[in-house]
């Protein structure tokens, strides 16, 4: 069994920073700062090394659309001028339009990433990529269902990238897990709070 102090030792110094970034990105933004989209940058760019390196190509190619958001987010956030947006449910239709379509489209990457590049974990990796970009977009919509997305593909995360060796990503996506249980609470208050 491998010790704890085996792992810290492995982990490189790039994984180090890319989670830590990652977690105070997390945090600087559940208080809602606008230098989280910083963090949120540096962090997803040094998952698009990770991932590349570790063969989890479609995982790179999302951390960089992470990279592209975390800019956008910013510009947003800069010259936003504080419209209060709803949290919202969508309907038994749209989340399974959701589903399907994301499915669909993760069957396809998969199959080509599995039969065209030597990437590892080819469904498992196209499956948290695909439903990544759909609960991101719910987010940005403040959608209620976006935590339950979450829970399902931070749980496969820690899979995914355990794998591949990186075992303090895989412990940050427990702790976005919880993270993300903590997210769906505090959304469906607020969402009950608004009926009233």
């Known amino acids: ?60 190619i999302l951390q ?27 309907t038994l239709n749209n989340h399974l339009i959701n589903i399907i379509l994301s499915g669909i489209f993760s069957i396809i990457i998969g199959y080509i990433f599995e039969n065209y590049t030597n990437q590892e974990n080819p469904y498992i990796d196209s499956f948290t990529t695909c439903y990544s970009l759909s609960a991101t977009y719910m987010v940005t919509k403040k959608i209620l269902g976006n935590w339950i997305y979450w829970i399902i593909i931070d749980l496969i995360s820690i899979y995914l990238y355990a794998t591949r060796g990186y075992h303090l990503t895989a412990l940050q996506y427990i702790i976005f897990t919880f993270l993300a249980l903590f997210g769906f609470i505090a959304w469906k208050n607020q969402y009950q709070k608004q009926k009233q």
């Open 1 to 60: 069994m491998i010790s704890i102090w085996e792992v810290v030792k492995a982990t490189s110094i790039v994984e180090w920073l890319a989670v830590t970034s990652s977690i105070i990105y997390v945090i600087l933004a559940a208080k809602r700062l606008i230098i989280c989209w910083f963090f949120a940058f540096i962090g997803s760019i040094l998952f698009v090394h990770l991932c590349y390196i570790g063969k989890l190509y479609i995982e790179s």
């Open 64 to 90: 960089f659309f992470y990279v592209m958001m975390a800019i956008i987010g910013w510009i947003n956030w800069k010259n936003s001028k504080t419209k209060k947006i709803f949290v919202q449910k969508w």
